[in-house]
């Protein structure tokens, strides 16, 4: 079997913001993600709570996987994109099998 | 302090075939795993949403460690055995501190 | 875009350590972590369950990003302060494009 190389990208952002980052991902071609909904975390803006009630503070991990170059863009991209929220973004190595489902 | 390196198998599956994934990692011998369920998302075979009502769409998010040939033969019979599925699944390094757990 | 290598600390815990592990975290300077509850598993302590009505048994995933000697002292201390815990703890290589968040 033939690896090949992507690289994954992983976004926590407000649960608010996840259409807009859906939209952004899709411009760039990625053609999949899969999100893990209602995480929380404690960052530079403060403690965001998965249980906060108005769910104001929900955040929500997207993961997706792309070529390195699509995902550079998308890392560059982000510094300014989501510089008024409290996001996280990072990219890192995987293999996969398919590189058509990338 | 001796680091390990072993490898990340991340699956992402339809929460009913979960039990099958299970089974299949452990015939390969890997001794645990993490499930994060109720992930959702978009890929090639239409959105899969995780409040889907009949929860047919349900998604979950297998996380195992194995050796790096271990590994590599998941991710070589995943092409088969997921074929008919919206499944994803990818490697990635990680390092551990207690080998023996893994 | 300059882009600065980070390590991603992952901790898979009973979720009654989560404040120990966030306070143990803080202590080595992390300045941000990701939650995602409710996950469960099988592992060398017998299975994980989050449906568990108890929730005795109840894990969360604990992610942060820090330097590599950072994330190295934390993996190695992980050793002896859960070491009487169904606890996983794994580091891997990630890109960030902003450094002071991490």
């Known amino acids: ?3 090949h190389r992507r690289k994954k990208i992983e976004i926590v952002v407000e649960a608010a913001m996840l259409a807009d980052v859906v939209e952004w991902l899709t411009e760039h071609g990625v053609k999949g993600y899969t999100t893990v909904p209602k995480v929380s975390g404690f960052g530079r803006q403060g403690r965001r709570q998965a249980e906060d009630p108005a769910r104001v503070f929900e955040n929500v991990l997207v993961i997706a996987i792309a070529g390195e170059e ?3 863009r998308i890392l560059a991209e982000s510094v300014e994109r989501l510089r008024d929220y409290a996001a996280i973004v990072y990219l890192s190595d995987v ?3 398919r590189p058509d489902h990338f």
Do not use: G, H
């Open 95 to 97: 293999e996969v099998a």
């Open 1 to 3: 079997m033939t690896v």
């Open 70 to 72: 699509t995902a550079r």
